[in-house]
């Protein structure tokens, strides 16, 4: 059916920011809005450092209104650092704080 979509079938399309070509990663997790039960952003996980012993990079949080396309195996996302949060993560080895 179209315009609708499962989490499991978002999981596996691959983030591409059309802006630069810059492939981003896969959907982890998404953000809804539990009063109006709306998507709010698409989170993509950072990745690993050294198997993730000294952390991850910084999870990307895409906004829904930065999502331009959904298609059948990507989604284009258009974002600079200024219109996407980034949240740190830290390992096993890292000082929180």
């Not at 059916?1 to 059309?18: D, H, S």
């Not at 998507?39 to 895409?62: H, P």
């Not at 829904?64 to 298609?71: F, K, V």
């Amino acid at each position: 059916m179209a315009g609708r979509c499962t989490f499991q079938n978002l999981r596996r399309k691959e983030v591409i920011n059309q802006r630069n070509g810059y492939r981003i990663g896969y959907v982890d997790d998404l953000e809804i809005n539990t009063a109006t039960a709306d998507l709010c952003s698409l989170i993509i996980f950072g990745r690993a450092k050294f198997f993730g012993l000294f952390g991850r990079s910084e999870d990307f949080i895409i906004p829904w209104q930065n999502i331009r396309l959904i298609g059948e195996d990507t989604i284009l996302v258009d974002f600079s650092g200024s219109n996407c949060r980034k949240r740190e993560k830290h390992g096993f080895f890292c000082k929180k704080g």
